[in-house]
């Protein structure tokens, strides 16, 4: 673990559904009845937290990733972010095995196929190795993101369990979840959520059309305490909520290679930006700039600092106070 210094915060990723990516770029499109080649095959990071701390560990900013691993095969991902420069602290479950993620992308541009294994389940005694790891580690200066789906028959008490006792300590607790996780992480108050607009409606449980309806639940989840909101729009950008404005951000226009691992670029991008400090308008630049050089890159967790840098510039950011909004 990395020792603490003084009033730095450190950010912890906890990915509680970890996974290794097979990546396939396909020479055409999926066809049914037909033997689709496959022009190169890759093995990359998976599990969404787990990109929060490629991120991170890019950026220079302690980080410490966990969650849990299965001991046959966690090494291989633990390699792979050990590569990018995160310090890993995951719990390994004996006996079992992490997860594989296919995610099929071909020359379309038009998006990827991800087809994911369950992944083992974590046993009782590997649930409570993680809780006390972060009721010793964390301490108030610190933010926890948790991101990803549960491992099969994880539940909701226990996933509360978690999130209660970084809670407690004080640290800011970063949630990119969805489902009944989302509906019932409202309640206590995170720092920040990220749904997508799909996410969005289905805490709401409705259709919701058109910019003005997803800002003015933006504005309902603002008004439960809940820090940052933002709502993923894909290709289209993202709406941010944040104190008393809204924003309207529109990500430049790029080749999309693999969109794969974008959100949680995002979402480290946006992490990273709070702990250095930057203007609201300059952290969802390089957030939004960085998701996009991701979509740029044919594995699920490259991007370039370079690329990032040089598209910063082209993302447009529209700024309205909520009472101009609604
Ligand atoms: O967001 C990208 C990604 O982390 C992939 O790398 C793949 O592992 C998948 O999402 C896992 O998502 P899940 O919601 O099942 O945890």
């Given at each position: ?134 009721n010793n580690r964390v301490t108030s200066e610190d933010i926890v993101v948790?991101?990803?789906?549960p491992p099969i028959g994880f539940t909701l008490v226990q996933f509360q ?166």
């Amino acid at each position: 673990m990395h020792s603490k210094k003084g009033g730095i915060p450190l950010i912890y990723t906890v990915t509680l559904n970890t996974a290794i990516d097979k990546v396939l770029q396909l020479y055409e499109p999926l066809t049914r009845k037909k033997n689709n080649r496959i022009k190169q095959v890759t093995y990359d990071i998976g599990g969404k937290a787990t990109h929060v701390s490629v991120v991170l560990s890019q950026l220079n900013i302690p980080n410490v990733a966990t969650g849990f691993v299965g001991e046959e095969n966690g090494h291989r991902l633990v390699d792979m972010l050990e590569d990018k420069g995160v310090q890993c602290h995951f719990v390994s479950q004996q006996g079992s095995s992490t997860r594989e993620t296919i995610v099929m992308v071909d020359p379309s541009g038009k998006g990827s196929f991800m087809i994911t294994e369950n992944g083992f389940e974590v046993q009782p005694s590997t649930y409570q190795r993680l809780l006390e790891k972060l009721n010793n580690r964390v301490t108030s200066e610190d933010i926890v993101v948790f991101a990803g789906s549960p491992p099969i028959g994880f539940t909701l008490v226990q996933f509360q369990e978690l999130v209660a006792v970084v809670s407690k300590k004080g640290a800011k607790v970063v949630l990119d979840v969805k489902g009944d996780w989302l509906k019932e992480a409202i309640q206590w108050k995170p720092f920040m959520i990220k749904p997508n607009e799909y996410e969005m409606e289905e805490l709401v449980g409705r259709k919701l059309q058109g910019v003005k309806e997803y800002e003015k639940q933006i504005l309902r989840l603002l008004d439960k305490g809940i820090t940052y909101v933002f709502v993923s729009l894909g290709k289209k950008g993202s709406l941010v909520g944040y104190k008393n404005h809204i924003y309207r951000v529109v990500p430049p226009k790029v080749q999309e290679v693999n969109d794969t691992g974008c959100g949680d670029v995002f979402v480290g991008a946006v992490v990273a930006g709070m702990v250095q400090e930057l203007k609201v308008e300059d952290m969802l630049k390089r957030a939004t700039a960085m998701s996009a050089s991701k979509a740029n890159h044919d594995n699920s967790s490259d991007f370039s600092i370079e690329q990032t840098m040089n598209w910063m510039e082209k993302v447009e950011i529209e700024k309205w106070n909520i009472k101009e909004v609604h």
